[in-house]
């Protein structure tokens, strides 16, 4: 609490300094005719969405922005929509639009017109819109966009004008940028540290005179790489989105100096190379990501693009010590588990979790992550929202003391793990074992419950099995067993020895901020000593 409040003072102090009308004059200074050098940006947009912004709709996640009526900031906008739109990603979907037979020039004007709107608001710093991260990633936007929207159609006054605005806006914001990373007002355990360096980088390599931004901003990213990223290139957060985030940061940086002619540096490359197979770990066959700590599926294409910037090729890593997640492939078999202890910067219950995936098909499932709500994100990184056991509708407590073993044959894995996160709740210590067999047809589980004492009082738990939108189930045997029907008519029957077994209603969040309904098998049972078992398994018919 004590460094809390410090780095709450420090931080109200900071945004007082920044709202003075003498630090606003600091940020003045020489205004450059042109940039010496254009990074590029290789991510493609969404020419719906760029059609969408022609007409003045500004969409992201699903959601709409009518800017025409509400303006850059408008009432009760969330952290999420400030990030979008002050950070001009959209700028991808105008150039992609920009491809569409006869709107080049449109597309390329409504860029402009929307960066002078822009500047029109927000010349002058702003705690949202000139917030590091925001700032960062609006800069490398800017730039690395100049190509399309910098383009006139035989005006070269209008040209001018629009040139010297931009330029000494471009160059006010890195000045600002170089400032917050002077003193220290940027968090490198924070993954907007990336966004906010890479502006600053973006900013040097293409403003002839300053260059020393390039050193300091590839000094914040390598800090930030210290700071985030672990031995075996997972996230520190243990989240497969934020892992692909940085990534992707850190693959627009090399591209970016790359075409600068400038050297990449050691520790950012090998930050890359351990990145892409840890991200490649998370990958299931149907080329989406597992639903872990706020990750949602993803898109394919950039994950594509992703993999083959990485150069990354073959089957997947077994183990990600670090991050503590274990991946077992038997035949056509394939689950991912979490062994380790919930992350500094995601605070997801969902301790021993696992899914599922039977060839292309998910079978068990995290319910996910919605992109924009917070209610549903509360919600969703509650402990029942993940294929887990729940103790008396409590999360477990997040940190607290884990650990894993694992045993591999040629045709079978056995692996189990433990966390302590309800010790302080209600003295139980949850074990989970895992054993895979029979070329990944036959699964079989053990959750185990066990304490010092007896328990005062019964205590509820609940071991929830999250199915896919598209697997069909139905209880049989007088609703002993379960049926579980895959596309395509594979069939696995689900059955356990303990506890009650009930069919119950589920939803899923796996793309976007589309709430699918689903289905969750979950076996109920009350546990009344200091030793508990309950055993399940799911094996292929047929």
Request: charged share 25%; aromatic share 10%; glycine share 10%.
């Amino acid at each position: 609490m004590p460094l809390q409040f410090l780095n709450m003072i420090k931080n109200r102090a900071s945004q007082m300094a920044y709202s003075s009308t003498l630090y606003d004059w600091s940020l003045r200074g020489y205004t450059p005719e042109r940039l010496i050098v254009r990074p590029p940006d290789c991510w493609v947009g969404d020419v719906d969405r760029g059609r969408a912004l022609f007409d003045g709709v500004l969409m992201h996640e699903g959601e709409s922005l009518p800017l025409a009526q509400c303006g850059w900031m408008p009432l009760g906008i969330t952290q999420p929509w400030i990030r979008h739109v002050h950070g001009f990603t959209w700028l991808r979907d105008l150039r992609s639009l920009s491809c569409e037979k006869g709107m080049g020039a449109d597309a390329r004007r409504a860029a402009r017109a929307m960066i002078q709107s822009w500047l029109s608001y927000y010349r002058h710093w702003d705690k949202d819109a000139w917030a590091p991260e925001v700032t960062g990633h609006r800069l490398s936007m800017w730039l690395g966009h100049y190509e399309f929207y910098g383009q006139f159609e035989g005006d070269d006054d209008e040209a001018d004008r629009f040139e010297h605005v931009f330029f000494d806006a471009a160059v006010r914001q890195a000045r600002h940028l170089s400032h917050v990373f002077s003193q220290k007002n940027s968090d490198p355990r924070d993954i907007g540290h990336f966004s906010a360096a890479k502006g600053l980088l973006y900013a040097g390599i293409a403003f002839e005179g300053h260059e020393a931004w390039i050193d300091v901003a590839l000094n914040e990213i390598e800090r930030a790489i210290e700071g985030q990223i672990a031995g075996d290139g997972s996230h520190r957060s243990r989240s497969p989105q934020a892992l692909l985030d940085v990534l992707k940061t850190l693959l627009d940086i090399r591209m970016a100096l790359q075409s600068a002619d400038y050297p990449m540096p050691e520790k950012i490359q090998h930050a890359i190379d351990k990145m892409g197979p840890a991200l490649r770990f998370f990958r299931y066959n149907d080329k989406g990501l597992g639903l872990f700590n706020g990750a949602q599926e993803g898109d394919r294409d950039v994950l594509d693009s992703v993999m083959r910037q990485c150069g990354i090729r073959g089957k997947a890593m077994s183990s990600l010590p670090c991050a503590g997640f274990e991946r077992i492939v038997h035949g056509r078999t394939t689950i991912v588990m979490d062994t380790g202890k919930a992350g500094e910067y995601v605070s997801h219950h969902g301790p021993l979790a696992f899914e599922m995936n039977y060839g292309r098909q998910r079978v068990f499932v995290n319910c996910g992550h919605h992109p924009l709500d917070e209610d549903w994100q509360d919600a969703l990184s509650a402990c029942p929202a993940h294929t887990s056991i729940t103790l008396d509708s409590r999360n477990p407590l997040v940190g607290k003391a884990s650990y894993s073993s694992r045993e591999d044959h040629k045709n079978a894995t056995l692996l189990e793990a433990a966390h302590e996160g309800y010790v302080a709740l209600n003295g139980f210590t949850h074990k989970r074992r895992l054993y895979v067999s029979d070329q990944g047809q036959d699964i079989r589980g053990e959750d185990s419950l066990t304490a010092q004492h007896d328990p005062q009082r019964p205590i509820e738990a609940v071991i929830r099995f999250h199915l896919h939108p598209k697997v069909m189930v139905s209880l049989i045997r007088e609703g002993q067993e379960a049926l579980l029907r895959l596309p395509g008519g594979v069939g696995w029957r689900f059955h356990h020895s303990g506890g009650e077994l009930a069919l119950e209603d589920s939803v899923y969040l796996g793309e976007g901020k589309q709430i699918r309904k689903t289905k969750q098998l979950a076996i109920y049972g009350q546990i009344t000593q200091k030793q508990a078992r309950i055993l399940w398994a799911v094996q292929r018919e047929g």
